[in-house]
């Protein structure tokens, strides 16, 4: 009785779901206080993980793995949605998504993202999956008032259904050519040549590599970023992104691992391909969450560029790029909820010209988090990929690095772009005074964390250091 | 036995005709109502195995949920006399480009088929203990609620998701919209209710005032 200990977490939160549901229905206008009340359930549940912190138990016969990598993701996530649920309550408000069920999705996604990470089996990684993209596409066209919001819900709940089913169809070819569902038994298997288990691993990964948006199925993600209300872009681009990548490595170390020399090279492929259509596409855009679509493509494929070491220092060096990632992404996105002009929210890069004049400390923040997204020196954005860069050389995959790097080059293009745009333009759109706490909160707490990052950049490599025993 | 095999080939054929004539009917609704029949057929097959339970899951849900919601789908949508102009008629460019990936996937399918191999001793390696002593359904709930008790709350997790989903996306608080309350209907009183006028020759009564 007392392993139910190790899954208090996911019970928590679904008990507070359920609480929240019921504030929700039973008080008229409760958004504000349910929001409150979710808050207060993430904090809780973000203690609860911390208090159980360390060691590796399975339990419901070895399907829930309660580890530290896991661990560390969800204390990851819940953070970031609670800063989500901060930064953008202003802009919810005025947007008019104000209703109690917002927080409550967003809690089932969360939910359904602790069951794919602490996932050790195939049919429980799926039921979480499910849960997570429900939501999604729920939350996707959730200001069901607007066509573009309705039409990237669709787009991608057909999208996503496709991957899903892809992914399902891996998963039962892949139970059939081991004869287990679990990830340990898979992984003891599939250690000699079994041509029918490496087409179960390229569609499961065909799968993954869709709710990550890397390259050849990242047609959705420009369109949803666009469309979803800007708030819900912010959560789609650090949340479950985070995720993927955490289920990418799961499924790479565990049942993959001895078939390093099949994935390997997907993975590579995926990765330069995500690199290259990432920092060439985004040339060309206008509206700024496009811009930032196309730059979290190309960020997924430096990330996965750790992963395709199969190294235990390149796993590490892409979970220390997701991090910094995120809390770049925190910091860019609350930016957004700044751009207001009488009362509107406005989503033009040329808007932003001559922001340095009027509001000179909005433009230095933009300055911060553009020079981190693209990779320049003393910033954390920096650090994040030199470790993935290290790690490949490491590992001797010289190609790899050079087209890394030969990316990061055009990327930083388009970033210096919109800081030119900022600094040098002549102001056309003066921006709305906004006063709201949270939002400068968010972005002074990333800008701080980016600008001071060179003063210790092993911290978080010393905090993964025993992730992966 | 021979009767075993009488049913066996009346159903198996019953299924194949009816899967058949689901997509070669002109009308919709026949198509949905042969889509039934097969549901039917298939479900009397898996009985026939002694998959009691999944023959009757296989009746409840696909014939009484999802065949009548196509039903109703094909009749809300009023396509039942839609011609499948697709099909005969003039020339359509989807059956080569369609037929061409077809034969691709058949062909990828085939390469996967042909290094088949499946892990050694898959049957005799796996350790279910087949109890024939009880029915289908009971050693289904016995692991259900057991071993498998998370999936299974799992997936009540993801219906309830989908029900609030549901509701955010369609419900729409409408103005103007004639309620009942009890409240007010019980605590009315003759008073209220009934009226008594004297109604003058060739002038009539006015009653909404």
């Known amino acids: 009785m007392e392993n139910i200990n190790y899954i208090i977490p996911e019970i928590t939160l679904f008990l507070g779901i359920c609480l929240a549901l019921m504030v929700g229905v039973f008080f008229r206008n409760s958004f504000s206080v349910v929001i409150k009340l979710s808050i207060l359930i993430l904090l809780g549940v973000i203690y609860l993980i911390l208090n159980d912190w360390g060691g590796e138990q399975k339990i419901f016969l070895d399907s829930f793995k309660n580890d530290k990598f896991s661990d560390y993701f969800k204390i990851l996530i819940l953070i970031s949605s609670i800063f989500i649920f901060f930064s953008s309550d202003q802009f919810v408000k005025d947007k008019m998504l104000n209703k109690f069920e917002y927080p409550i999705i967003i809690m089932f996604s969360i939910l359904g993202m602790f069951f794919m990470l602490s996932a050790n089996d195939l049919i429980l990684f799926y039921l979480g999956l499910e849960l997570q993209s429900l939501a999604l596409y729920v939350l996707a066209s959730i200001d069901r008032d607007n066509t573009i919001s309705s039409e990237a819900g669709i787009k991608y709940f057909v999208l996503s259904a496709l991957s899903s089913g892809l992914l399902l169809y891996g998963c039962s070819l892949l139970y059939g050519f081991t004869g287990s569902t679990n990830f340990d038994e898979i992984g003891v298997s599939l250690i000699t040549q079994n041509t029918g288990a490496i087409f179960a691993m390229v569609f499961i990964l065909v799968g993954l590599a869709f709710k990550v948006s890397a390259v050849p199925f990242h047609m959705w993600t420009p369109d949803v970023y666009q469309g979803a209300p800007t708030s819900i872009t912010n959560f789609f681009a650090v949340v479950p992104k985070a995720v993927g990548l955490a289920v990418i490595i799961r499924f790479m170390d565990l049942p993959f691992k001895n078939i390093i020399e099949e994935w390997q090279t997907i993975i590579i492929f995926i990765s330069i391909a995500s690199m290259i259509l990432g920092s060439v596409a985004a040339i060309g855009q206008k509206n700024i969450k496009r811009l930032l679509a196309y730059s979290s493509i190309s960020h997924m494929g430096y990330a996965l560029a750790g992963v395709a070491t199969g190294t235990v220092s390149g796993y590490t060096s892409t979970i220390i790029y997701i991090t910094i990632y995120i809390i770049m992404n925190m910091g860019t996105f609350a930016c957004l909820y700044l751009m207001k002009t009488d009362g509107k929210y406005s989503e033009k890069i040329e808007d932003l010209s001559g922001l340095s004049k009027d509001r000179p400390m909005f433009a230095f923040s933009f300055l911060i988090l553009f020079f981190s997204l693209a990779g320049i020196p003393p910033l954390g954005g920096f650090f994040a990929k030199f470790f993935v860069f290290m790690s490949v050389i490491e590992s001797e995959m010289y190609a790899l690095a050079i087209i890394g790097l030969l990316t990061t080059v055009i990327s930083a293009f388009y970033y210096l772009k919109v800081i030119k745009i900022i600094y040098f333009d002549d102001s056309k759109v003066k921006f709305d005074d906004v006063r709201n706490l949270s939002i400068k909160a968010t972005i002074f707490l990333s800008c701080l964390f980016l600008s001071l990052y060179f003063i210790s950049p092993s911290i978080i490599g010393s905090l993964l250091n025993e992730l992966f025993i | ?209």
């Open chain 2, 1 to 209: 036995m021979l009767a075993h095999a009488i049913f066996f080939y009346f159903f198996s054929i019953l299924a194949i005709f009816s899967a058949l004539m689901v997509i070669t009917s002109r009308s919709t609704v026949n198509s949905v109502f042969f889509l039934i029949l097969d549901f039917i057929s298939v479900g009397c097959l898996f009985i026939m195995v002694g998959a009691e339970f999944l023959g009757m899951i296989l009746l409840i849900v696909y014939v009484g949920a999802v065949a009548v919601l196509f039903l109703f789908v094909v009749m809300m949508l009023n396509v039942a006399q839609q011609k499948q102009s697709w099909f005969v008629g003039q020339k359509s460019t989807h059956i080569p480009s369609g037929l061409i990936v077809s034969v691709l996937i058949l062909l990828e399918l085939l390469v996967v088929v042909g290094g088949w191999k499946y892990k050694e001793n898959i049957m005799s390696s796996s350790n279910l203990v087949i109890d024939t002593s009880i029915t289908n359904t009971h050693s289904i709930g016995s692991v259900m609620y057991t071993d498998y008790i998370l999936y299974f709350q799992l997936s009540g997790v993801i219906l309830l998701l989908s029900m609030v989903g549901a509701i955010i996306l369609t419900y729409r608080k409408r103005e103007n919209v004639k309620t009942q309350s009890y409240l007010k209907q019980i605590s009315r009183d003759k008073a209220s209710a009934v009226m008594l006028k004297d109604v003058e020759f060739n002038k009539g009564v006015k009653i909404d005032d």
